[in-house]
């Protein structure tokens, strides 16, 4: 993104404002060994969100707290498995969860936001009716979720607000989490996601 194109943006996602910050751990961490998937080895991520520097660059500290909570949050994200920030309003879980899945996977735009309206179907997938019943279930007539996509590609999916969603959905969304698999009539979907309460 050019930088006259920045000024029409209300916001930037992380990996599009710490672009540059990325890109200079992506140069230093060129030799390190990376679980598959990831963009930057668990020692940069950490270094990407509690700050440093990479060559001349100096990376921003992005969480400011306890070290110890990144490393447990990376840790966590490096088995596959789920992770649950929970904590008072305002301490930066969504900020905390943006940043680590723009330095794992550089997108942090697969997000469900919780409401009370928020359905199964946004964790799942729904259907373009149209499509579906003028060819029948296929791909072109799924409308995938941000969940789905990213167990298609192997990212990173945020889910905000979980709390705030009624039982049935959150029932459906550890069903996914607990059997790391999502059945659809198509294929098998392996989850990586992030919570936030």
């Known amino acids: 993104m050019a930088k006259d194109d920045k000024k029409d943006v209300l916001r930037l996602p ?4 710490y672009a540059h910050e990325l ?5 230093e961490d060129k030799n390190e060994e990376k679980p598959v998937g990831w963009h930057l080895s ?3 991520v950490l270094k990407f969100i509690v700050g440093g520097k990479a060559g001349s660059v100096d990376i ?4 400011i707290g306890h070290d110890r909570l990144v490393e447990i949050a990376i ?4 088995t596959d498995r789920s992770l649950l920030l929970i904590g008072e309003p305002g301490t930066a879980k969504s900020w905390l969860s943006e940043n680590l899945s ?3 996977c550089g997108d942090s735009g697969k997000v469900v936001q919780g409401t009370a309206g928020t359905s199964e179907e946004h964790i799942r997938y729904s259907w373009n009716y149209a499509m579906l019943l003028a060819n029948g279930p296929s791909d072109a007539a799924l409308i995938k979720s941000p969940i789905m ?3 298609e590609g192997g990212s990173i999916a945020r889910f905000e607000e979980i709390s705030r969603c009624a039982s049935e959905v959150q029932d459906a969304l550890i069903s996914i989490m607990s059997e790391l698999l999502f059945l659809s009539y198509l294929k098998n979907y392996q989850p990586n996601v992030v ?3």
């Open 102 to 104: 723009a330095a794992i």
């Open 149 to 151: 996509r990213s167990m």
């Open 42 to 44: 668990p020692k940069a």
């Open 23 to 27: 890109d200079a751990l992506k140069d």
């Open 14 to 17: 992380a990996e599009l404002l």
């Open 195 to 197: 919570l936030q309460l």
């Open 75 to 78: 840790a966590t994200l490096l």
């Open 60 to 63: 921003t500290p992005k969480y």
